[in-house]
């Protein structure tokens, strides 16, 4: 997993600004998976601040450019990165598709829309990784499309080891522009989290299946 140390710590210090990114240790969130955790993402939420957008989008394709060369085509992954995708796409001057879950049950039936090649190096851009498990199907299934996939690019990370295990068996390269430990320096150092709360904070990215905030 690949990320830059400056660009990791502004860009939690935006995601913060706007609450794409929310931290409530004592009043911890329920995620749809049931897990309790003080932390929720919603990075569509920069797609209404065009200042920040602009940030992100600039940065996503200057990275994406350093990293893995200017591909034919940039993939947004179904439904979060889809805005953010097309931005990317739109600021290097390239094509873009996005890939849903799993193929539609009616019409063309596909899981890819838009134009695509085989043969053709694809970029895919997501907002968030939690276990990858998602992104990853948007992977196997541009590669099912003969398509070379170069690697992966997000917003933001939450840093489990399942997801650097699930990245890793499908040799997939993954940069994001800012990752957990990271936020967790902003926020304290920024005063949004104390450091007591640093504490709990931490604890739950260690185990977050396990965690509860008794």
């Keep these: 997993m690949i990320f830059n140390k400056h660009t990791a710590r502004k860009t939690a210090e935006v995601l913060l600004q706007v609450n794409a990114i929310k931290l409530s240790p004592k009043e911890p969130f329920t995620w749809a998976s049931g897990w309790k955790s003080p932390i929720y993402c919603d990075n569509r939420i920069v797609l209404s601040f065009p200042p920040i957008r602009n940030y992100i989008r ?11 060369g200017k591909p034919d ?14 931005l990317v796409a739109e600021y290097m ?17 596909n899981q890819i829309e838009g134009f695509l090649e085989s ?26 499309a003969g398509v070379n996939v170069k690697g992966m690019i997000a917003i933001f990370t939450y840093g489990f080891d399942v997801a650097a295990k699930n990245f890793a ?46």
Aim: negative net charge.
């Design 58 to 68: 600039e940065t996503m394709a200057k990275q994406i450019e350093k990293q893995y």
């Design 73 to 86: 085509v940039i993939a947004g992954v179904a439904t979060g990165a889809i805005g953010i995708g097309m």
């Design 93 to 109: 001057g390239l094509p873009f598709i996005y890939v849903r879950p799993d193929a539609k049950g009616h019409g063309r039936k």
């Design 119 to 144: 043969g053709q190096n694809v970029v895919v851009v997501e907002d968030l990784i939690s276990t990858g498990n998602s992104s990853l199907n948007a992977v196997r299934a541009l590669k099912q």
């Design 169 to 214: 068996e499908e040799n997939i390269l993954l940069q994001t522009l800012s990752n957990y430990d990271s936020l967790l320096e902003q926020a304290l150092d920024t005063n949004y989290i104390s450091e007591k709360e640093l504490q709990t904070l931490s604890e739950w990215n260690t185990n977050p299946s396990e965690w509860n905030a008794n």
